[in-house]
């Protein structure tokens, strides 16, 4: 989530490319499991059989569902309480994201 903090970002850079705002990824997701997301800020696009959830329980097994079954939405994961369920006994899938991009190393502080 704060990896452009320290990074140079170009306006108007489109997506995927050097100093980009913006970069595309895919996360896999395996049959009638979960993987948690990374932590960071994601425009997650809408998938068949894919639910968006939080947990919600210090106990670390509440889960609930944010988003509805094949919809898609923003999502800000802390890397541990936030997840991708793949409910759908349809196979294995890839979900498509778009996450903040690294930016360009800064060389030095004045460069």
């Known amino acids: 989530m704060s990896l452009a903090t320290t990074k140079i970002l170009l306006s ?52 609930a569902n944010v988003y509805a079954g094949g919809t898609g939405g923003l999502v800000i994961s802390d890397g541990v309480n936030v997840r991708l369920n793949n409910y759908g006994g349809a196979g294995n899938v890839n979900v498509s994201v778009v996450t903040v991009n690294g930016g360009e190393p800064a060389g030095s502080t004045y460069a």
Request: charged share 5%.
């Open 12 to 63: 108007g850079a489109n997506a995927n490319t050097a100093g980009a705002y913006f970069q595309p990824d895919t996360i896999a997701v395996a049959n009638a499991s979960s993987t948690v997301l990374d932590a960071g800020t994601y425009y997650v696009y809408p998938t068949a059989n894919v639910v968006i959830q939080v947990n919600n329980s210090s106990a670390g097994n509440a889960f």
